[in-house]
């Protein structure tokens, strides 16, 4: 697949735009495909750092309604696992890349481990993570309900649910939300999205062009530990775009029974 997408990059470059990397843990130790090891993404901290390219996500979101923009990364990361304060805080920190945390908040609320063997953050934690200035929290649902399988009334209740438990126990609005899955929810459910927040992300490996992107439709570039350095960089530049496109494929087949 990254052959592929590789060879799909060379007979159509991409263009400049933001791109938005999408992060799960840091830690190593659950064998997810999407669990780094810390000095590999420390190691990738770094570069982005001496790029100059990495950006908040709120100001990436304010600059793309207008054409012609420099090419820009925001680090997002998703769930609400420990290891991001354990392992991911210190890189960030060490090499100042700012990122949002998008987080499903009945996890921590109830202390409930997430599958595979992640540990729930706390709130206080969540709270010292927020008050380094380089964490912004953006909400993922509160129960990581696959939104295309809620009615509109369930998605407002998930939605309302984690934005009232974010601004309560850390006392900030959480202005960006990520589909759980990167599944999209309908078109009556990005309704109920667009009331709460300001953006709403997916997991759709592409580039967010200036003057075009959707802002409730932000694609995202998801980072895995068989990207090392190499499918990092490319993924920075806006590239493997056919390897998220498959994947996008292959994960609405897999949650089409899933609601979490």
């Known amino acids: 697949m990254k052959t592929a997408a590789i060879a799909y990059d060379r007979l159509r470059p991409p263009p400049d735009g933001v791109v938005i990397l999408a992060y799960h843990r840091v830690g190593g130790g ?113 129960s990581h309900a696959v939104m295309d399988k809620l009615s509109p009334g369930e998605a407002e209740e998930e939605l309302k649910t984690a934005r009232g438990l974010i601004e309560d126990r850390i006392g900030v609005q959480p202005d960006h939300f990520a589909y759980p899955k990167g599944v999209f929810g309908g078109v009556a459910n990005e309704a109920k999205v667009a009331q709460h927040h300001r953006s709403a992300a997916l997991a759709v490996c592409d580039v967010n062009r200036y003057g075009e992107a959707d802002v409730l439709r932000l694609d995202r570039s998801p980072i895995q530990t068989s990207d090392g350095m190499a499918h990092f960089r490319r993924k920075v530049a806006g590239g493997m775009r056919l390897e998220g496109r498959l994947r996008d494929r292959l994960n609405r087949r897999r949650y089409v029974t899933s609601a979490r």
């Open 30 to 142: 659950s064998g997810l495909t999407v669990d780094l090891d810390p000095a590999l993404f420390a190691d990738q901290m770094a570069e982005l750092a001496a790029s100059g390219r990495a950006r908040t996500l709120s100001d990436v979101v304010d600059a793309l309604p207008e054409p012609g923009g420099p090419h820009r990364v925001a680090v997002t990361f998703d769930d609400g696992t420990s290891d991001f304060v354990e392992h991911a805080l210190p890189a960030l920190v060490e090499h100042r890349v700012p990122a949002t945390y998008y987080i499903a908040t009945d996890f921590i609320e109830s202390q409930t481990w997430f599958p595979n063997g992640g540990k729930p953050m706390t709130w206080q934690a969540l709270g010292e993570a927020v008050s380094t200035g380089l964490v912004d929290i953006g909400s993922h649902t509160h």
